[in-house]
């Protein structure tokens, strides 16, 4: 089994920042894809963005392009997710999720169904 913990959630003014973390535990896997997904209230869960195991590619949604950074600490176990610029319509509970087994000749995937482990989530509320 694998455990996924995020934390940094929070609340912040429109424009700030925040950066999530998702530390990764238990059994390991030499491939595998994590993605960020989110869920705002009435909605349902959309990709946010994923990256390889090894960095080799990232992925992130139109909406959030330019304003989000994926990376990894492979030393660490953990995988973060800085957002700068952040919007209202960024509101939602932010869940990391991990899909093992992977290649770098495919793209990060964006479906939900695709990934095998979830963590609990963080909420992440913009508002002034």
């Known amino acids: 089994q694998v455990q996924l913990a995020e934390s940094g959630g929070g609340l912040v003014q429109p424009g700030g920042s925040l950066r999530l973390s998702c530390a990764a535990s238990?059994?390991?896997?030499?491939?595998?894809?994590l993605g960020w997904f989110r869920q705002a209230p009435g909605l349902e869960r959309e990709f946010v963005a994923g990256?390889?195991?090894?960095?080799?590619?990232?992925t992130y949604s139109d909406s959030v392009k330019g304003r989000f950074t994926i990376s990894r600490d492979s030393a660490k176990s953990t995988v973060y997710l800085q957002m700068n610029n952040l919007r209202s319509e960024d509101t939602a509970v932010y869940s990391c999720?991990?899909?093992?087994?992977?290649?770098?000749?495919?793209?990060?995937?964006?479906?939900?169904?695709?990934?095998?482990?979830w963590g609990q989530g963080t909420q992440v509320t913009v508002s002034s």
């Open positions: 990256v390889k195991w090894n960095g080799a590619r990232t």
């Open positions: 999720a991990l899909k093992p087994g992977s290649t770098v000749w495919k793209s990060v995937p964006s479906t939900q169904s695709e990934y095998t482990y």
């Open positions: 238990g059994r390991t896997f030499s491939t595998y894809d």
